[in-house]
């Protein structure tokens, strides 16, 4: 009998959520995904320290030899993703996603900058923009510079989404593609319910299955990668979500379970669920955005997280700089 990843693979893409190579060499998925967190653990590991390195005397060529160490390192960070997304692109078939700073999340205009930005230096390097996703926060800021993006064919994950009216949002923008937060959605929920939740009960799956339905009944083009699983549960009432995003974890669960995966969300069976449609402009988002308390307390919470791990990260580069030996002056 097959395990569940193969058959997972059969009905969903299935994407590493991961900015560790070696796992990601392993179970052999199509696309990856990186966020500001799993670049800082990656980046500490002692078998990418090569990459760190040279991202960091790059950095330190580039900003001259008057710049300090904490200037070349807030530059360095944001060529690292791009660094680890050029690597994780060697191994997979398919995209990388590679995220603007969260600190921009409610700029438009910067957001956007960043984003071409990180397109110029992936191309610069030799890689088409089309296997690049930038992820974008999902605020209304976020949204429409992905919006603008998708014009200039530079294909955006909305990242940080946890409610319905994001999804229709990033739809009627056009968006490549969303990732709505199964396990952050179950963890609001037990934390303010003090339930536990198991299969089609779980809140996250609720959401995810939720959007996937409303786009495939309106024929929307954006595509959903359901993302942040708790458990493999999640992950097996959601097969045939367009796109999975997993951990190394839980992809190696899947991996060692044999038995049978019923498919759980079909587009064929969508086009006559009775539901209604919701114009999403600025006013009725900011509304809905208020009275789901869920989406606006996880979207913070994310936004904040990302940003003090980009913080901690360029601490991370600031100390290993000072370690590494500085190029002698030219006299």
């Not at 959601?238 to 498919?263: M, S």
Request: overall charge neutral; charged content about 30%.
């Amino acid at each position: 009998m097959a395990n569940l990843l193969d058959q997972l693979k059969q009905m969903t893409t299935v994407v590493a959520d991961s900015g560790d190579i070696n796992s990601i060499k392993q179970f052999k998925p199509t696309d990856s995904t990186t966020n500001p967190s799993l670049i800082a653990a990656a980046a500490a590991m002692p078998e990418y320290q090569g990459i760190v390195d040279q991202v960091l005397q790059e950095a330190r060529e580039r900003a001259g030899e008057k710049a300090s160490d904490k200037e070349v390192a807030a530059a360095a960070f944001k060529t690292l993703a791009v660094a680890f997304g050029r690597k994780i692109l060697e191994i997979v078939p398919g995209r990388v996603s590679t995220e603007v700073d969260a600190r921009l999340s409610y700029d438009t205009e910067k957001t956007m900058q960043l984003a071409r930005d990180i397109i110029q230096q992936y191309e610069s390097a030799g890689i088409s923009r089309e296997r690049i996703l930038i992820k974008i926060a999902s605020t209304w800021e976020g949204i429409k510079a992905a919006e603008q993006l998708e014009k200039e064919g530079i294909h955006c994950n909305l990242t940080l989404l946890f409610g319905l009216h994001q999804a229709i949002a990033c739809a009627e923008a056009k968006v490549t593609l969303i990732s709505p937060f199964v396990g952050r959605i179950l963890d609001w929920y037990k934390k303010n319910t003090g339930k536990d939740y198991v299969g089609a009960d779980d809140p996250g799956v609720h959401s995810v299955t939720e959007i996937y339905h409303y786009y495939k009944k309106f024929g929307y083009k954006t595509v959903v990668m359901g993302a942040s699983f708790r458990n493999t549960g999640e992950i097996i009432e959601l097969a045939g979500c367009d796109l999975l995003t997993i951990a190394p974890k839980l992809l190696d669960e899947l991996q060692k379970t044999e038995g049978v995966l019923v498919r759980k969300l079909d587009p064929a069976k969508c086009a006559n669920l009775p539901i209604e449609k919701i114009v999403v402009d600025r006013a009725m988002f900011d509304k809905m955005h208020a009275e789901n308390r869920m989406a606006k307390e996880k979207l913070a919470e994310g936004i904040e997280s990302f940003s003090k791990a980009l913080e901690d990260l360029e601490k991370m580069l600031e100390k290993r700089l000072s370690e590494l030996p500085r190029p002698q002056a030219v006299r």
